[in-house]
């Protein structure tokens, strides 16, 4: 079992910064990775960052350029600093792990995102215009 925390969340106007920040706590943490997904009130979940096994960060489209994530495996972080907040960045963040492949998939194709075993209970952000 693993258990994930998010905080960072809050809210703030467009153009700001938050930072987000993931904690997983559990039994065999070596064999998980973790992403960030969001999703927005009305809309599908989608994934936002991860950081592969080689220590390749990937991000949707949506958030590259805006949005860099940065973990510590040996403390079992993954942090996401979003800068350049747009009004359609509002969701809850989610924070979510499983083997790599897992979490790779959902990022890059949302159909994968409802076989991720493990999550957190989200944060919420919200930009305003």
């Known amino acids: 079992q693993v258990q994930l925390v998010e905080s960072g969340g809050g809210s703030v106007q467009t153009g700001g910064s938050l930072r987000l920040s993931c904690v997983a706590s559990g039994n065999n943490l070596n064999i998980y990775y973790m992403a960030w997904f969001r999703q927005a009130p009305g809309k599908e979940r989608e994934g936002v960052a991860t950081?592969?096994?080689?220590?390749?960060?990937l991000y949707s489209d949506s958030v590259k350029g805006r949005f860099t994530v940065s973990g510590d495996r040996t403390k079992n972080t993954l942090d996401l600093q979003m800068n350049s907040l747009k009004p359609e960045d509002t969701a809850m963040y989610y924070c979510?792990?499983?083997?790599?492949?897992?979490?790779?998939?959902?990022?890059?194709?949302?159909?994968?995102?409802?076989?991720?075993?493990?999550w957190g209970q989200g944060t919420q952000v919200t930009v305003s215009s």
């Open positions: 950081i592969t096994r080689n220590g390749t960060a």
């Open positions: 979510a792990a499983d083997s790599e492949v897992a979490v790779v998939a959902g990022l890059k194709f949302p159909v994968f995102i409802s076989q991720i075993q493990y």
